[in-house]
């Protein structure tokens, strides 16, 4: 019980780190610009230089694996289209999964890699795992693939 308290402390804490860095920022520039020391060209300057930085500081960024974009090319090329089930494990290797749809057609999954998003100051977040499926037609050829995100 005492270990949840910390960890929830303890999370709590680092996202309360970037909002006491903005506070303090705001505090900066407000004193910055009420100040006569400094320049009006420097003012605008040091201005311009911390916003790019609470701009990096909040930006965050996808990362694609390769094995999403290259599913995707294939899905979206539409290369797997009319290869037999043979073809299709020769290109990919063996499925994760195999089963048999309603009308008693083969399907195939595979593994298309992920999405996720990430800042610059933490780790990766809202990861998005995708499975390539693959669906053969009643003589064995792919007659239809499509990218879908795994629950």
Known sequence: MIT????????????LIPVLIVVAIIIGLIFLIKTKRICKTLKIIIIALTLFCVF?????????????????????????????EEEVIELLGEPRYRYIGKDNTQNYTYSAGTISKKHFWSSEYNRKVYDLNIDFDENGKVEHTYIKECT
């Open 4 to 15: 949840n308290l910390l960890v929830g402390l303890f999370i709590t804490l680092i996202w």
């Open 56 to 84: 990096i500081l909040f930006y965050d960024y996808e990362i694609i694996s390769d094995s999403y974009i290259e599913m995707n090319e294939m899905v979206d090329n539409k290369r797997l289209i009319g290869l037999s």
